[in-house]
């Protein structure tokens, strides 16, 4: 082999290499587990077909503390789930990692405590935003907060947190 057929192959060698090592940092995301719930930080926020602004945006929020789920990362984009299905990728500077619950199926009872003969709070209907406080290990109820009422609701009643998740 020439010595210049070796140079070029050694050349696109460390240029594969570094474009290579170059991607897979890209890929990488935050390191935080996935799936995982934020929420949408603006009043205005664009979903996209894929992680960049060359794709088109196919759907706009506008809810501002509407939880999504994370389900996968690149780069500075994270393809998020809605409480409905809806799939795409928003960029992060549109999320915030507070914790946001939306109430789902029909009217809802928020109690004092976490047991369903505990006195009403106040009664929610679908699609009302709540803050979750907590959701202690080994209960199926957490504590959010909606407007000016305080109390708690069954893990059932709400999207916004995992089935066996604990949030202190």
């Known amino acids: 082999m020439s010595p ?3 140079c070029f192959l050694a050349l696109v060698c460390v240029f594969f290499l570094a474009a290579t090592a170059a991607a897979l940092a890209v890929v990488e995301g935050t390191g935080l587990p996935l ?4 929420n949408l930080r603006a009043k205005e926020v664009n979903m996209r077909a894929g992680p960049g602004v060359r794709y088109p945006v196919e759907w706009v929020y506008h809810r501002q503390k509407l939880p999504v789920e994370i389900i996968a ?3 500075t984009w994270r393809k998020v789930r809605d ?3 809806t799939q795409g990728w928003i960029h992060q500077s549109m999320l915030d ?3 946001f619950i939306i109430v789902t199926g029909a009217k ?3 109690r004092r405590r976490a047991a369903v003969k505990s006195a009403p709070v106040a009664r929610v209907e679908t699609g009302v935003i709540g803050k979750l406080i907590r959701c202690p290990d080994g209960e199926n109820w957490c ?3 909606i407007g000016d009422h305080k109390g708690w609701l069954r893990k059932v009643d709400f ?4 089935r066996d998740e604990v949030v202190e």
């Open 108 to 110: 809802r009872t928020v």
């Open 73 to 75: 990362e690149y780069d």
């Open 83 to 85: 409480w409905q299905g």
């Open 159 to 162: 999207w916004g947190v995992h």
């Open 143 to 145: 504590e959010i907060e």
């Open 4 to 6: 210049t057929r070796s």
């Open 35 to 38: 799936p995982r719930f934020v």
């Open 97 to 99: 990692g507070r914790r």
